[in-house]
């Protein structure tokens, strides 16, 4: 077998994934629906190792309960530290600095609070892999829910330091609609490099998901912003989009 992440898309515009080990076991992160997801296992015979949950929005979590139940009830569920108490299905707690060893893989764990309080992202260092949940999207980053402009600036911060190469697992196809956004804030700035390759995947319904980190430091107005004046500002033009 493969080792790869697959992007299940459940809802309107989530993505589950689902990182696959060579020797079959499989690691889910933020499986909102069960349904897609326990078909995908099941059609490729993976034995599901274990869950990881980045936040606690039902989009992210809804499917946890009923995924156990019909593949593997012993499966591990890690969750944010902060979300103790909040489910029956928990396994153990993660807290920033954490190291998740789990089907051959190693997550170091990132505390990232600004959509929610407890998100937590979920970085295979070795593998390049980023599992962002709703912190950075393509050309974009998640609404403020609970935390305020300088923890999610602080936590764009800490991604724009990771290796260009990270390929970015986030949980939304929201990129369209950034670079729209994007487009909004300069009317002549050259993006035709990436509107040809953003428009050409979706009209071929491919996703725009993983992300080039490396691309992300170079076009999103977000990891862009210098300081937490700019970010707000930014993200108040972008909530009004
Ligand atoms: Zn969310």
């Known amino acids: 077998m493969t080792e790869a992440v697959h992007l299940v898309p459940i809802l309107q515009d989530n993505y589950v994934f689902v990182a696959v080990s060579r ?3 499989a690691v889910v992160v933020d499986p909102g629906e069960a349904r ?3 078909d995908f296992l099941r059609e490729r015979d993976l034995i599901l190792d274990a869950v990881l949950i ?3 929005h039902g ?3 809804g499917g946890v309960a009923e995924l156990l139940a019909t593949t593997n009830p012993l499966a591990k569920v890690f969750v944010p530290r902060r ?3 909040r489910w029956d299905f928990t396994t153990d707690f993660v807290d920033e600095g954490d190291l998740v060893e789990t089907a051959g893989f190693s997550f170091r764990v ?3 609070p600004g959509h929610t309080l407890d998100h937590v992202a ?3 260092e070795s593998r390049g892999w980023l599992f962002s949940g709703d912190v950075l999207f393509g050309l974009g980053c998640g609404r403020l829910f609970e935390g305020t402009p300088a923890m999610m600036h602080q936590s764009l911060r800490r991604l724009t330091a990771l290796p260009d190469a990270t390929r970015v697992f986030c949980a939304h196809e929201y990129t369209e609609t950034n670079l729209r956004f994007l487009r909004s804030l300069d009317e002549t700035r050259d993006l035709s490099e990436l509107e040809q390759d953003v428009r050409g995947k979706r009209r071929q319904g491919q996703p725009t998901v993983p992300l080039s980190l490396e691309r992300e430091k170079r076009w999103n107005p977000f990891l ?3 300081n937490i004046a700019e970010f707000t500002t930014l993200r108040e033009r972008r909530n009004h989009f």
């Open 83 to 85: 979300d103790r108490g």
């Open 122 to 124: 979920y970085h295979e």
């Open 54 to 56: 980045t936040h606690h």
């Open 23 to 25: 020797d079959g076991r």
């Open 36 to 38: 897609e997801v326990r």
């Open 59 to 61: 989009d992210h979590v």
């Open 110 to 112: 990132m505390a990232l």
């Open 224 to 226: 862009g912003a210098t």
